[in-house]
């Protein structure tokens, strides 16, 4: 049961939620059962949103709040997870800004004129709070409905962000964004300070609205090595933690194919490092360094792989977790080290869930 109303004065009032496993386990208390939430849980892997978004763009749904609400519950209802994360897109705050881009189907987010000199990263629009009214209300919506259960605010982090500006769309080798983050430096802290800008809004107008935790994903930052990620994107990924650590929530940071970054990502500010699954939770504790709880880390393509490959690879990453926790971990939140596939069938993560929460 909520107990009581908690904040901040920058942040306001917002839920207590005492009890809730994912908050205890990033804060480093006992929750009551091991607390499981899975990326892209709300989307195309389940029935009800497929049917609920037929016709409607994807960028169009995520500024449709009562939309937002309904897709961003479907998991919670269907699985019991420990937490709903807001369905949104990591290009959101970047269009809301007022940047020429659309997600194209079987694509991804393509921007109409991409930012490739200090004259075009100067021309860069900023995001005024009140140009995300509408995933505002989309919180307030879903704190009203979630009860017990946390919400996770969305954020893409600078880099990320912008390797979609450099390259005008998805990169397989960011060969674009290198090059300028090599070759003009200026400019490319410049690009890297105006998106860190307008990320701290987007989080800060979601927490304002009462979101519980919020994750910043830096889905590309796999892609560079060590001593760059440490000069070219650490300073910007540090300062939207610090910007926000205000509110007094959970901070998650997440990465793909950041085993070799997890110390750096460590030192970035979060509380909670999400792991892919790619490196074994007691090893990514010796990486990430005690103090912070991990995040993680079940391959997606487990879950088309049979019950007992599933049940086996759940228990051992479980067995994982605990063992970080001992090495200094402070928490453990289980999740896959990536999104939910398209096409999983979702009785199975139904019942990945129930065996979690059973361990």
């Given amino acids: 049961m909520i107990s009581g109303i908690t904040g901040s004065a920058e942040y306001g009032a917002r839920r207590a939620l005492p009890d809730a496993p994912l908050l205890a386990a990033a804060a480093g208390r006992t929750p009551t059962r091991r607390p499981v939430w899975f990326m892209r849980q709300a989307g195309r892997s389940l029935p009800e949103y ?5 016709g409607i763009g994807m960028l169009e749904s995520c500024f449709d709040p009562e939309l937002v609400c309904e897709i961003t519950m479907q998991p919670v209802r269907r699985h019991d997870v420990d937490a709903a994360i807001l369905f949104s897109d990591i290009v959101v705050p970047l269009k809301a800004a007022g940047i020429d881009l659309d997600i194209v189907a079987g694509v991804g987010p393509v921007v109409a004129n991409p930012v490739r000199s ?10 005024v709070t009140e ?7 989309a919180v307030r919506l879903l704190t009203a409905e979630l009860g017990n259960t946390p919400l996770i605010g969305f954020a893409g982090a600078p880099f990320t962000l912008a390797s979609y500006l450099v390259e005008g769309g998805p990169s397989r080798n960011h060969e674009k964004t290198k090059a300028l983050m090599h070759s003009d430096p200026k400019t490319w802290h410049a690009l890297l300070a105006g998106i860190a800008d307008i990320t701290i809004c987007f989080l800060q107008a979601q927490l304002k609205a009462g979101v519980d935790a919020v994750q910043l994903f830096d889905s590309w930052a796999g892609a560079l090595s060590l001593a760059d990620y440490r000069e070219y994107v650490l300073p910007h990924s540090e300062r939207v933690l610090a910007e926000v650590a205000a509110a007094g929530v959970p901070r998650i940071h997440f990465g793909v194919g950041t085993g070799e970054l997890l110390g750096a990502m460590g030192e970035a500010g979060a509380d909670v490092v999400g792991v892919d699954w790619r490196i074994p939770l007691d090893v990514a504790a010796t990486r990430v360094g005690p103090g912070k709880a991990l995040q993680g880390n079940l391959d997606p393509a487990i879950l088309f792989s049979g019950p007992d490959v599933l049940d086996r690879e759940i228990r051992r990453i479980a067995a994982e977790g605990d063992r970080a926790i001992q090495a200094g971990i402070v928490g453990h939140i289980f999740n896959l080290g990536h999104g939910v596939l398209p096409d999983t069938d979702p009785s199975v993560i139904t019942a990945a869930v129930e065996l979690v929460h059973s361990l």
Avoid: H
Avoid at 50 to 54: D, S, T
Avoid at 118 to 127: E, K, Y
Avoid at 131 to 137: M, N, P, Q, T, Y
């Fill in 50 to 54: 497929r049917k609920i978004r037929a």
């Fill in 131 to 137: 140009e995300v009214g509408a995933i505002s209300e």
């Fill in 118 to 127: 200090a004259a075009d990263v100067a021309a860069l629009p900023r995001l």
